[in-house]
Every structure is written in structure tokens, then in C-alpha cells.
């Protein structure tokens, strides 16, 4: 079947900038610390990878000094690549906070 092309457009509502792999605050999932490695990022998005399988709909937390932002856990599937590591997709409880604009002023863009 050459010539032919299979296009999937991703339901994503902003587009997803790098990050330096550095979270800018302590992290935590469930209430508990969790050693996370934010990947990528959106205004209100949040890519992780963590050494630890977390359910769906888990609440997540990045403490900062100014502020504490809550996360719930959307997607989750193991890492492509990586074995032993997973990845999260995150969405910001709170549409009002720009999590992109917190990342970017404490250094976290690649």
C-alpha cells in the first residue's frame, strides 16, 4: 500500500514546550514524595516520568515557596524506551493558574 499516509490528529488544547528535566518545588503523588522528571509542559499540562505506577485520577502536588499546585493524574502508560518508568500525563486542578508561566520563571525551559 505505498503512497498512503495514516495522520492522527492528538486532542491537545495547547502545544507542549521541553523541559530541563528539573521540577521547580518539592513534588508529590498521593500525598507522598515522589521523585518526578517533568518532561514536557502546557499552559495547564504537566508530562512526568516516575519510577512508580500511580492510578488514574490520582491527585498530584507541586509545592512551590509562593504556591502549592494540585494536579490530577489523566493518562499514565508504561514509558516507551525506558523500562522500570512511567509516564504521566497531569492536568492542573485550577485552569486559573498558567503552570507553563511558574515553570518557565524558575528556569525549567530547555
Known sequence: MAGYQLKIKEKRISDRKKLTGLMPGRFQISDADASARPIDISAHGLGILVAKEYKVGSIATLILKENVIK????????????????????VCKDQNINIEGLFEANGCFK
Open 71 to 90: 494536579f490530577e493524574i489523566m493518562w499514565s502508560q508504561p514509558d516507551f524506551g525506558k523500562q522500570d518508568l512511567w509516564r504521566y500525563g497531569l
